[in-house]
């Protein structure tokens, strides 16, 4: 038995059958490149999904755990520490939001905005709680989360679903946008403005500015999910800039941590003002060790020029890609470090992938057959250029 035939038996005898993972196990990673458990190295244009904004074993990454775990990891939300305000203060950096609660993971940090936005008309003793989203969304997997999803595989099987949330409007699309907020029931629109999971799909500069316009004028909340755009993975540090729009509250994760487990709800002081001891809360959350590691992080990404790399690797990449041209790349979108190459329908975009394993590279599909490009923001242009050589092999071959 070799020792992936090993970990893979294991796993199968112990751990819940939710995820179909790909027949590999890594058991190291240094700076993009990771090592799986025969030794084999590959290039990593996956980045844990879009989290390891830093790579494996950054230097920045290492000390700010070593050296806050020594310090002090956790002692609880009854008390207040110096990391938990320290990072609220340099996330909010730059925007017109003023307040951060922090969770532990994505879906966590958009129940937390869910909750928000609810409690902020119920104080205002006002009727709105519905909580619009996008078609083919993605916002996480708990039961709120999941419905407001808006792909209906991952929430099916979970009725009855919490009210309020599942109703969904068609992306980019202003009209039908304008119809579902005509609402006085409708508390906020929450929308990633390039969906992640949903294959890498902008939003159009028109669809957020009039998103932003029709919430103000309705006196609804406008809450944009920063989960896997955000923390610097655009070429900004939160992709709604990109935009020149403020919402009322945003959304992150993934990113901000670079591998550590931490997420935020941002929010401007008025919609903030709502919660109250008591309201809201978690034992992990905002940990000193979170909360320092994330500020570690989130300080290399925005002034160790991890915003400038994104942009242009980003680009580089894009260019790349297209110049492969092979007619099955029907597009190739995104902004930065976060593309999408949606593959003909000919063509499943997961044999590309495992032959892309097979030639040392991890990528992953999302949405309708889009190959993923999430790598850690300190890719070379070196690693592009033999990524992309590789897959132009790779399609040669199919
Ligand atoms: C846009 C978006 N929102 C929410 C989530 C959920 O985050 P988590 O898996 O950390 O709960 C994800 C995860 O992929 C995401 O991409």
């Known amino acids: 038995m070799t020792e992936f035939e090993r970990i893979k038996k294991q796993d199968n005898e112990y751990f819940m059958n939710v995820y179909a993972p790909y027949d590999i196990a890594f058991v190291s990673g240094d700076g993009c490149t990771l090592t799986d458990s025969e030794g084999k190295k590959y290039v990593d244009f996956l980045g844990g999904i879009a989290v390891n904004a830093l790579g494996y074993n950054h230097p920045v990454f290492v000390n700010a755990i070593t050296e806050q775990s020594k310090k002090l990891s956790l002692i609880s939300n ?4 110096e990391q938990r305000g320290l990072l609220a203060k340099e996330l909010i ?23 928000l936005a609810r409690k902020y008309f119920f104080v205002k003793g006002q009727q709105k709680f519905k909580i619009i989203t996008a078609a083919d969304s993605f916002h996480g997997r708990t039961l709120a989360t999941v419905t407001a999803t808006g792909q209906p595989k991952y929430n099916l099987a ?9 109703d969904y409007v068609p ?4 009209k039908a946008l304008e119809t579902a907020l005509n609402d006085p029931t409708v508390a906020a629109f929450m929308i990633e403005v390039i969906q992640g999971e949903g294959g890498i799909c902008p939003a159009t500069q028109e669809y957020v500015t009039a998103a932003r316009k029709i919430t103000h004028k309705n006196g609804q909340l406008l809450i944009i999910d920063e ?8 070429g900004k540090f939160w992709a709604f800039e990109h935009f020149g729009v403020d919402p009322d509250i945003i959304t992150a994760a993934k990113a ?7 997420s935020a709800c941002l929010a401007t002081d008025e919609v903030a003002a709502a919660f109250v001891p008591g309201d809201h809360g ?8 979170a909360c320092g590691v994330s500020l570690a992080v989130v300080k290399e990404i925005r002034y160790g020029g991890l915003l400038e790399n994104a942009e242009k690797r980003g680009a580089y990449l894009a260019e790349k890609l ?3 041209g092979d007619p099955r790349i029907k597009t190739v979108r995104g902004k930065g470090l976060l593309l999408g190459a949606e593959i003909d329908a000919s063509l499943p975009a997961k044999q590309i992938v495992l032959k892309m394993f097979e030639e040392g590279y991890v990528l992953n599909v999302c949405g309708h057959n889009v190959l993923r490009f999430v790598p850690p923001l300190i890719i070379s242009e070196k690693q592009i250029d033999s990524m992309t050589a590789a897959l132009k092999r790779v399609l040669k071959t199919l």
């Open 227 to 234: 989960i896997q755009t955000g923390g610097g993975r655009t």
């Open 256 to 262: 901000i941590g670079g591998g550590f487990p931490i």
């Open 322 to 324: 297209t110049s492969i």
């Open 78 to 81: 009854y008390f207040y520490s």
């Open 282 to 289: 978690t034992t992990f959350g905002a940990a000193p060790l």
């Open 171 to 174: 992306y980019n699309d202003i």
């Open 158 to 166: 979970y009725v009855p679903l919490p009210a309020g949330l599942g």
């Open 93 to 115: 950096k730059g925007t017109k939001l003023k307040k951060a609660f922090f969770g532990n993971s994505g879906a966590e940090a958009n129940e937390c905005a869910i909750k």
